[in-house]
């Protein structure tokens, strides 16, 4: 675990968990699917009407293999024409205590953009120093 001296002191810093999701956002996300679903063997399902297609890749959770976790793959309809020389991705990371978790970046000075909950699990948003956007994910499980 990374550890920061502040004042004599060693601060324990919390860790993400691991990677709870990629996320694709596309211009035609039903053909994207289809390229993903053919040259992957994956089985894509399809969410919103068909502007989201994804699947769960699921294992069972180090340390406790009585409980399952998963990695989402998604492939998203883009809401405006991304340009063809920069596409977005989202990397979601699992965190097991989203609260302290946030406070620990906003001590940092790292702005938080949103939170979130949803019935399956708490969400975030902020952005790397090239504005890349993160989301953090703490599952409810």
Do not use: C
């Amino acid at each position: 675990m990374p550890k920061k001296v502040i004042g004599g002191k060693v601060e324990k810093r919390i860790p993400i968990d691991g990677i709870g999701g990629v996320f694709i956002y596309a211009n035609d996300a039903k053909a994207l699917s289809n390229w993903y679903a053919h040259h992957f063997g994956l089985k894509l399902e399809t969410y919103e009407d068909g502007k989201v297609y994804g699947t769960e890749f699921k294992y069972r959770r180090l340390g406790d293999s009585s409980k399952v976790d998963s990695t989402v793959f998604s492939i998203s309809q883009a809401k405006t024409t991304l340009p063809t020389d920069r596409r977005e991705a989202v990397i979601n990371y699992r965190v097991r205590d989203l609260q302290p978790f946030l406070e620990q970046l906003k001590a940092d000075g790292i702005e938080i953009e949103k939170t979130e909950d949803f019935d399956y699990g708490r969400f975030a948003w902020i952005k790397d120093p090239e504005g890349n956007r993160i989301e953090l994910y703490q599952p409810l499980n």
